[in-house]
């Protein structure tokens, strides 16, 4: 089974309107935690925001949410007010368990391209 | 003052040579990672290393050896390239008692 899922292949937002990037995850660990990563054009991987699975308050960067419901085992990218600059690539990533477990890996997502529109 | 760098950012080599990227991260960090992008853009782990020490070794061929000589740099040797080992592959690192891992600008590389 896939640890985590983005369901959405591609994705358009106007330009200053918020939009919603999912994401789903599958593990047995009570601990464990949620990342968002962003890839533009240029290749390389920006790190946007974390979510561990004992936070009781969804986390928030800037124009960065993550609407983390555990029950649900979704992890969504909220982007308010999306910019031109948004457009890019977005790769949903879990770390499962403790790290002296699994040593702290990131299991990835397929990605979600988003293309902002002017 | 770059935080995770790798050399080279661009790696063409014909098809059984043998080839190295290089990673220094300069945070501190105590924990270094390298990942493989494939064609389809996904995103896999293949090696960690805490402290010099590896700990994630994921099913890699044997062609694929990490060294690590000390906990600020962590390179990847590949033996007998083959053409499935285009990609780009992204060195990253962690502090132990955080979260975000930061990853380098990636080594996009060529077989042909």
């Known amino acids: 089974a896939q640890k985590i899922t983005q369901t959405q292949p591609g994705m358009f937002v106007q330009e200053k309107e918020a939009v919603t990037l999912d994401c789903t995850y599958d593990t047995s660990d009570q601990s464990y935690g949620l990342f968002w990563y962003k890839q533009p054009s240029s290749g390389e991987m920006i790190f946007l925001i974390y979510q561990g699975s004992y936070d009781e308050q969804n986390a928030t960067e800037g124009r960065y949410s993550l609407n983390f419901q555990k029950a649900r085992k979704s992890a969504n990218l909220v982007i308010s007010a999306s910019q031109l600059g948004d457009s890019a690539m977005y790769f949903c990533?879990?770390?499962?368990?403790?790290?002296?477990?699994?040593?702290?890996?990131?299991?990835f997502g397929a990605g979600t391209i988003l293309r902002v529109k002017s | 003052d770059t935080a995770v760098s790798q050399t080279p950012k661009y790696l063409v080599t014909q098809m059984g040579n043998d080839k190295s990227i290089k990673c220094e991260q300069n945070l501190g960090h105590d924990t270094m990672y390298w990942y493989k992008q494939d064609s389809k853009k996904f995103l896999k782990i293949m090696f960690s290393y805490n402290n010099k020490e590896l700990i994630i070794n994921e099913t890699v061929p044997n062609r694929f050896s990490p060294k690590s000589p000390d906990k600020a740099h962590l390179n990847l040797h590949i033996n007998s390239l083959e053409l499935g080992d285009s990609a780009v592959y992204f060195c990253a690192s962690s502090q132990e008692l955080h979260n975000e891992q930061f990853f380098g600008p990636g080594t996009r590389l060529t077989v042909l």
């Open positions: 990533a879990m770390r499962e368990g403790y790290r002296a477990k699994y040593g702290n890996k990131l299991v």
